[in-house]
């Protein structure tokens, strides 16, 4: 079974700066999928960015981007220009590929970082 | 944009009672799941279902559990006999998953129940 692993349960960031959350997992699988999610306070699941395993290009969307070391099984999450609406908790979030027998397509969850930005 | 809606926002009901929840997945999506998060703690799989039938279940699911889909829209899941344990946010989420992709999973607010 695939595990999930967000080591830091809280971070904090100023206003502008720079962060990075981190993801490592545990995986037998060669091909699959990871994700990174926000959930602000009012609790809704957002997708923030996702990667594709076979991709060797690291996934970018405006502020965000990760950083993909498949050897490492790591994901992390940077957020640049952080703004006060990035505070939320994030979820690193994996998935088994297409194909894989019509199961499996269940997101397997972190703990979660807790992310405060600081004005 | 299209967007996964569930109702209600919250539900409270006492011990021994029967809920059930209800989702509107995005209108061309094939795959549709429940996850569950209790409050401080990470969001956990429940169910996921294609083609009128469960794909695949957690450990969690048990025979309290069922899920549907009783018309072309809707998605819901029922707990027959609540306990407190049970208190938690209850996110529906679907995904197109077609040939091209479209495997990525889109939630919906949430619903928060509460067992008393």
């Known amino acids: 079974a695939q595990t999930v692993t967000q080591s830091q349960p809280e971070m904090s960031v100023q206003e502008a700066e720079t962060v990075t959350l981190s993801c490592t997992y545990d995986t037998s699988e060669s091909d699959y999928y990871l994700f990174w999610y926000k959930q602000p306070p009012s609790r809704q699941m957002i997708l923030v960015i996702r990667q594709e395993a076979y991709k060797q290009q690291n996934a970018t969307e405006n502020r965000f981007s990760v950083n993909f070391q498949k050897a490492a099984k790591s994901f992390s999450l940077k957020i640049s220009d952080s703004q006060l609406g990035d505070a939320a908790m994030y979820f690193c979030?994996?998935?088994?590929?297409?194909?894989?027998?019509?199961?499996?397509?269940?997101?397997?969850f972190g703990k979660g970082t807790l992310l405060t930005v600081n004005p | 944009e299209p967007e996964v809606t569930q109702t209600p926002s919250h539900q409270v009901t006492q011990m021994g009672q029967e809920v059930i929840l209800r989702c509107v997945p995005i209108s061309n999506h094939l795959y549709f799941y429940w996850y569950r998060q209790i409050l401080g703690q990470k969001v956990e799989f429940l169910v996921s279902?294609?083609?009128?039938?469960?794909?695949?279940k957690s450990e969690i699911f048990d025979d309290q559990f069922s899920v549907e889909r009783p018309d072309g829209s809707n998605f819901t899941l029922k707990i027959r006999s609540t306990k407190l344990e049970d208190s938690a946010m209850y996110f529906c989420?679907?995904?197109?998953?077609?040939?091209?992709?479209?495997?990525?999973?889109?939630f919906g607010p949430g619903t928060r129940l509460t067992v008393t």
């Open positions: 979030a994996y998935r088994s590929p297409i194909g894989s027998g019509g199961s499996n397509y269940k997101l397997t």
């Open positions: 989420a679907s995904s197109e998953m077609g040939a091209s992709g479209g495997y990525e999973q889109y």
């Open positions: 279902f294609y083609n009128n039938e469960i794909s695949e």
